[in-house]
């Protein structure tokens, strides 16, 4: 990994910038960076304990994700504000209907 080139020693005089090493790729990207599509957003979302749990317990009563409820709470708030609801993908048997 190259380090990135000094905004100081730029400024002084008679110094040359160091040329940058080409990156390599070595590892295979994260799944977690893998962006999923050119609509979609990566958010983090802090839940209180209790409230996650209860979110589990329908998710696994429905044999669902947890996201795939929070998706159904977000299309709620948009039918609310008269907004249509969110388009998704469908993943097999536990991809929402």
Excluded: F
């Amino acid at each position: 990994m190259s380090r990135r080139p000094s905004i100081i020693g730029s400024l002084m005089p008679g110094s040359e910038p160091e040329p940058e090493a080409p990156a390599t790729a070595t590892a295979a990207p994260s799944p977690a960076l893998k962006p999923k599509g050119p609509d979609i957003v990566h958010t983090s979302l802090y839940v209180p304990r209790a409230s996650y749990r209860k979110l589990q317990e329908i998710a696994l009563t429905q044999d669902r994700k947890v996201h795939d409820v929070l998706m159904d709470g977000i299309d709620a708030v948009l039918k609310e504000h008269g907004h249509a609801p969110t388009e998704r993908r469908k993943r097999g048997p536990k991809a929402a209907s």
